[in-house]
């Protein structure tokens, strides 16, 4: 079976040496770990803005570089393994590690640790920080600024419901590969909610259906995932269900069976399984 290429760092011209012997190229050599100092960064298909967004980085994401050519760097993201295209600008070396996480839906880091400074952001969901000093209700963070400490939590400390993650992103609208609450797909929504709460998952939805375990849809229940081909939703009871979707091209919460009904009277048709982890 051939490499997903989505999570292979592997051109022909060019592979990450951890997969020399196992994957042709011409050369092979050691990644260079970077770290996310933008907000947020695009992840292209190729070195260039007008090609496709297949994902997003997140501050302080660990970015694995294997070539840089003029703008753009070509690598690895850590945290789910996917595969593109980054600004240069948006990387620089790794911060010490992280010691929290971005635990509010959207938050701003300022000049001053006061709200009336300079604001530089917003800094999403689940960005990793390092805090290196406290003053007051602030937390100064490494490379950014001063935020609001509530909005933080320690890393290693998670949320416990998923569904409730997702929906603090109700009406965000919706962005093929965004995976922040000013632009994210319904992989995006289920990834964020389920690394809020402290389970890894991948980025694309055929790849997070062998989350869990297969379950009947007359057991669905809060938490639960619905596949469909290329598509996701997490329940948020027996009956509804709530997803980024580029019908209502926004985070939406409906019921279940009205939108098994409209997927299903288009080429995406009727959905795939149920999983619950």
């Not at 279940?256 to 009904?261: C, G, K, N």
């Amino acid at each position: 079976m051939s490499a997903d290429p989505r999570l292979t760092l592997a051109r022909p011209d060019l592979a990450s040496r951890a997969l020399e012997g196992l994957v042709p190229a011409t050369a092979y050599a050691d990644p260079t770990p970077m770290a996310v100092i933008a907000p947020g960064a695009g992840l292209y298909a190729r070195a260039d803005l007008a090609a496709e967004r297949q994902s997003h980085l997140l501050f302080g994401e660990i970015f694995d570089v294997l070539e840089t050519k003029a703008a753009f760097a070509w690598g690895q993201a850590r945290r789910d393994g996917y595969v593109g295209y980054v600004e240069t600008a948006a990387l620089a070396a790794p911060p010490p590690e992280p010691t929290h996480r971005v635990a509010a839906i959207r938050t701003y880091a300022f000049a001053e640790p006061s709200i009336k400074s300079q604001a530089h952001g917003p800094y999403s969901l689940n960005a990793l920080v390092a805090v290196e000093a406290r003053e007051g209700r602030f937390a100064k963070v490494v490379g950014s600024g001063w935020i609001v400490e509530a909005h933080l939590s320690p890393i290693g400390r998670f949320e416990t419901d998923p569904a409730a993650m997702a929906e603090r992103f109700l009406g965000a609208p919706y962005l093929w590969g965004g995976r922040e609450s000013l632009g994210l797909d319904c992989s995006g929504l289920v990834q964020q909610a389920l690394m809020a709460c402290g389970q890894a998952c991948p980025r694309d939805t055929d790849q997070q259906q062998a989350l869990g375990h297969e379950i009947q849809s007359s057991e669905l229940t809060r938490g639960d995932l619905v596949f469909w081909n290329g598509h996701v939703a997490m329940m948020l009871d027996s009956a509804r269900i709530i997803h980024a979707n580029a019908h209502h091209m926004a985070v939406a919460i409906e019921p279940l069976a009205e939108a098994v009904a409209r997927i299903a009277a288009g080429p995406t048709g009727h959905p795939t399984g149920y999983r619950r982890f």
